[in-house]
């Protein structure tokens, strides 16, 4: 049976949801029970190009036509800011709809105004991507570790930023120098203030610890500091000190009390926060049962949080019917064999033992040349009399050549030993 | 109202539950609506000591006295293993009552025929703990990220190897030293394989692998290697080569085929998964729309299991009532003053310009030492002529005392000027 939705907005994220929502049309059904259709997207400019073609009657640019349409029962909020979305979403909650959205300002200023509004209308109001985009922060918070006392937030939440201070890290260069070239490159606004200045990890950080702390937290209780005093000085100075410099949003509580803060902090090496770098945000959490814990991963983009918005649009479309003991059995599901060969070729790092002689390693390099492997990295050592410890690491390699390769070196006269055989993993964190 | 739970073993995981429960007591009635209750604990030995204190008429070695109690609706089971927990747990689903379990050696064999069960009871059950302990898991990939078609999973879920591994890293030794010391230490079992040659992990890719790739995957699909054969050298070897080495396993999803694998891997140390260490857990995911992710913390222990089992309680008792808009505002919630000079003490960066002259130095020092903070790092630079920079990161400091001595020191004749004021974060990962 379909299920029509209300779009509002269709820029970046709005665009990413009908995007998603296409590609996962199938498993949404199976899921949800229900087929999904976004039935009306209003934006501002009815003309305008969009990144996903539209059946030109979807779209308008009157709020009623899709408000006040009752065969809609949910609406997905993408327009941002804080009006007109608010007196759309209170006017959609006060006609029963369920509403998705994506809008941290809102929540963070009017979160309590809507969430109330949606009580006493029954309906449910759902914000995961208002959050660190895809990961998922506010419902792990609310759900999984809801039996934990959190005593510690401490979130990279504003993407802008920690891509300035990333490449400040690289390069050594100013912070008005990289500001300039983020916003050439789009990354920053051409009004940074809100993201360099910590407002927008402020208000992010109100949201989270209302949650995480279980009361309500206003933005005016978050004292803030924002990032355009750091220098390429003092990030080489934390270099020298083992750590890197980060805007880490925090919040405590001790003793029933809160601190609420927004500002750049060394983070040492060591520490798991201190690598997520580029756009990547994170949320590193601390639970009286649970211990520590941290979310990684992208804060912004069309898909990425386009998967949260959607996220929460199925979960709003599960409670439209029964509870479901979702995820190991419950739905009929494609069969998918198991290949072990089929996984892309990687990088191995092979360890052997061979005789010490001048001519040998060129031929061990020769078999593996034979069968198409190629040498990254070769370290060799003379370990004992007459024998030396080979380490190679391969470039990408196919399974099968690689083992073709090492039958015929492990029957080699001249290979003693082959000690230990690993796949290397590629590197990630753009 | 009341709400009575059977609690099935009484161990580790079992006590860490009865004690989570007791501290959040107040917190489950106000979120569910529900007063919990755990009204009967089955065990093997009723007059074993416990870690928690319990009424005497509580504890039962009977099965019955718990599964034929038509009071008890919600069955949370501890003991672990295949038999009994199998045979008690379908007993439970048969006649109505809801399940959360802890135990992954059961769900990864039998998770199909229980969870099927359930179904068809139209009971619950989760078993978000059986995975990375308290690291929400299985309900984000089951529910967040459902929008994704995830292709690769990569995860540390073995806190035995992984403690060995890092272990082996850190001091140089081999294998059979370090588990032999982490075994007199109780970090790894006196029979060891199920860790160190990889069943563990695998048990833990095959639930993982089914729910993120919307399949079903079993526990002998999975292609296991275990960490025996890794040699100190191997490690030095890595780290040679900028990498670590960790116990992964791995998921991937290409057209339709999986490829699952649980062995040592090199990871080098700019990717998340390397930093790690100790008997932390971590699952890295890559979705279509999320991109990448990372979760983060405790695979194990008392209470962080309880964390991710009583969070499981109170999904279900939720939905023993009508689904709410949890979170921000519906339920009334103590108000929390925020109190920024609450937090405890932290050590700080600071970076000023002083006159260069001999005796300067002393005479910050002084100035801090006045105000009873301590200097852990000092890094002095002439940067121009009669002109110093000086970089101090202090030992841990309250922020009023490191603050009277900054105003003392900004209208000192010899400081120019203070650049910079940081908190340093403190490393994490035991
Ligand atoms: N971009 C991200 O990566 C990201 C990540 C997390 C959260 N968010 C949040 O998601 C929301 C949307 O962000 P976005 O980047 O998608 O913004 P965007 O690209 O600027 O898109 C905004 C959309 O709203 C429409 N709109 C604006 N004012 C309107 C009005 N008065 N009446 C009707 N339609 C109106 C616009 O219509 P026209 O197209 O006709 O101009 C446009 O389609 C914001 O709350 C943002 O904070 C964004
Ligand atoms: N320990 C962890 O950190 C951890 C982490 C994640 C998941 N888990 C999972 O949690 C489960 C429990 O682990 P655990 O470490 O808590 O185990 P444990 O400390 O050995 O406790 C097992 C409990 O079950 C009881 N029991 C055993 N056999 C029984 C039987 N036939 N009938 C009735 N009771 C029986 C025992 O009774 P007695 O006390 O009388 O002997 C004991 O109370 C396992 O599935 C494990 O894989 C554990």
Redesign the pocket.
Known sequence: MEQRIGL???????GGVIELMRRRKQRLQSLTGWEPIIARV????VH?ERSVSLAEDMLT?DPDVVLGDASIRIIIE????IE?ARTFILEAIARGKHVIT????LIALCGEEILEAADAAGVTVLYE??VG?AIPLIRPLQESLTANAISDLKGIVNGTTNYILSKMTETGADFDEVLKEAQDLGYAESDPSSDVDGLDAARKLTILASIAFYTRVSLSDVEVTGIRKITARDIAYAHELGSVIKLLAVGTERDGALTLHVRPTLIPKSHPLAHVSGSYNALFVRGDAAGDLMFFGRG???LP?ASAVVGDAIEVLKTMRQPQNGGYAPHPRPHKPVDQERAESASHYIRLSANDQPGVFAKIAGVFGDHGVSMETVLQKRVAAHSAEIVIVTHDVHARHLRAALKQLEAHPDVTTIHCIMPVERSVNA
Chains 1, 2 share one sequence.
Not at 102 to 105: L, T, W
Request: charge should be positive; hydrophobic fraction near 35%; aromatic fraction near 0%.
């Open positions: 509002l907005g269709c820029g970046t994220v709005g209003l934006v501002r400019d305008k640019n993408t327009i941002g800011g007109p994506a809008n941290k300002d991507a208002a985009g912004a983009g069309a949080t």
